[in-house]
């Protein structure tokens, strides 16, 4: 086991536009910021992962295999502004779905945290310093459950989310940001001061 710095970012709303389910790689638009937040996480040295609620596969609105697609489609175009995503993890189940082999109690589903683990065992690390990013409470209470610094993002569900924690519904991040670029810049500076 070796010891990195981690982040875990949310995908849909966070790094490309959530359109609500997407099954499609031709509907992957990338949040203006998203990439060059991303690089700057690699340049501060962290190893970037998504990690992504896939519940539309559990509910029979696609396939393991359109994840897939989606996801390496999220990749290439971040590589195309020199953003590097080392993995994507996501969760294809829900309780409640009509798929009946992902329509399980998991134990990946966030804000659990079965994809950080998956990506713990698989990459063999500690991590030292971890961050988690995402526009959604289940974001948030990820990066809790794991002891990371978080940031909620206005994209994507932000606001409306940002409202039920400003109204004490769920516990507040480190960190409110209007978008990846602004939370990565700002969960930096609180990194270096410690
Ligand atoms: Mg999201
Ligand atoms: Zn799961």
Redesign the pocket.
């Known amino acids: 086991m070796h010891t990195i710095k981690a982040a875990f970012l949310d995908r849909d709303g966070t790094i490309n536009v959530d359109k609500g389910y997407i099954g499609s790689p031709d509907d992957i638009e990338l949040i203006p910021g998203a990439a060059e937040g991303i690089k700057l996480l690699n340049d501060a040295g962290y190893t970037v992962f998504g990690v992504s609620?896939q519940s539309g596969v559990a509910r029979g609105f696609y396939r393991v295999e359109d994840v897939l697609a989606v996801n390496r489609r999220v990749e290439e175009l971040l590589l195309m502004e020199k953003a590097r995503i080392t993995e994507i993890f996501?969760?294809?189940?829900?309780p409640r779905g009509s798929a009946p082999e992902?329509s399980?109690m998991?134990?990946?589903?966030k804000p659990?945290t079965?994809?950080v683990d998956a990506a713990r065992h698989k990459y063999g690390f500690t991590p030292a310093d971890t961050i988690v990013i995402g526009d959604k409470i289940c974001d948030v209470e990820l990066g809790r459950n794991i002891g990371a610094r978080t940031a909620l993002v206005d994209t994507g569900f932000g606001v409306e989310e940002k409202v039920k924690i400003d109204g004490g519904e769920a516990a507040a991040p480190d960190i409110f940001a209007p978008n990846l670029l602004e939370a990565v810049t700002a969960i930096l500076r609180m990194q270096r001061r410690g």
């Open positions: 609620n996501y969760c294809p189940h829900h992902y399980i998991c134990n990946c589903r659990l079965g994809m």
